[in-house]
């Protein structure tokens, strides 16, 4: 099975930078996933990394290390549409284990 | 048109009624999941489908049950609802290829507020 633990709340200001982190216990990791959900809606894919380092999409980064077990998102440019929960996923061959989520405020 | 559907969005009902959520998809997707998620919680899978021969039980599977109609759809019952079956619950399809190089990225459907008194 999977466990994963992320912060439950992040704040930031417009314009800044957020880091979320994301560590995960696996059997049959493949790799991490993140996702966006803003309130009450369908969770959405942002990014997936299979291999250690950095996936680079636009504002947003994500970076994984299996030797450590960890993960993150970094937010950049922080605009207040990116005020939402975020989610860690690890996945294995045949599903995805979701994290708590990351409750992220920016601040005008 | 939405990728991927549920009906109903929203429904209340009583302790002891069955309950039939349903999920559509024009992906062309193999793979069909249903998950619940509480307040705080994350998603928490209770069935996932990888063709309509293929059925599995996902980390909280009791008190459930699926039926895999076709490719396209994929329904979630519960065959006899209790109070703490309240949640929001969302169907997710995803595609086989490994090679795709996304095997991470699962696609929502809009959910469904359960609520059963």
């Known amino acids: 099975g999977q466990s994963l633990e992320q912060p439950s709340e992040v704040t930031a200001v417009e314009g800044a930078i957020v880091q979320i982190n994301c560590t995960y216990q696996?059997?049959?990791?493949?790799?991490l996933s993140w996702y966006q959900q803003h309130d009450g809606g369908a969770p959405t894919f942002l990014s997936y990394?299979?291999?250690?380092g950095l996936e680079e999409t636009g504002r947003f980064s994500s970076f994984l290390s299996r030797s450590d077990s960890y993960g993150y998102l970094l937010l950049q440019e922080l605009q207040m549409k990116d005020s939402a929960s975020y989610f860690c996923?690890?996945?294995?061959?045949?599903?995805?284990?979701f994290g708590s989520g990351t409750q992220l405020t920016v601040l005008p | 048109d939405a990728d991927v559907t549920q009906t109903p969005r929203n429904r209340i009902t009583k302790t002891g009624k069955r309950i039939m959520l349903e999920c559509s998809q024009t992906?062309?997707?193999?793979?069909m999941y249903w998950y619940r998620q509480d307040p705080g919680l994350g998603l928490r899978l209770i069935y996932y489908?990888?063709?309509?021969?293929?059925?599995n039980k996902g980390e909280i599977s009791d008190g459930y049950s699926v039926s895999r109609q076709a490719q396209a759809k994929f329904s979630l019952s519960l065959e006899s609802a209790i109070p703490n079956q309240t949640a929001l619950y969302f169907c997710?399809?995803?595609?086989?290829?490994?090679?795709?190089?996304?095997?991470?990225?699962?696609?929502f459907g809009p959910g469904t507020r359960l609520t059963v008194l």
């Open positions: 997710a399809t995803s595609d086989r290829s490994p090679t795709s190089g996304r095997l991470g990225e699962q696609f």
């Open positions: 696996t059997s049959g990791f493949y790799g």
């Open positions: 990394n299979g291999l250690d």
């Open positions: 996923a690890a996945g294995s061959a045949r599903q995805l284990t």
């Open positions: 992906k062309g997707h193999d793979r």
């Open positions: 489908s990888f063709d309509v021969k293929d059925i």
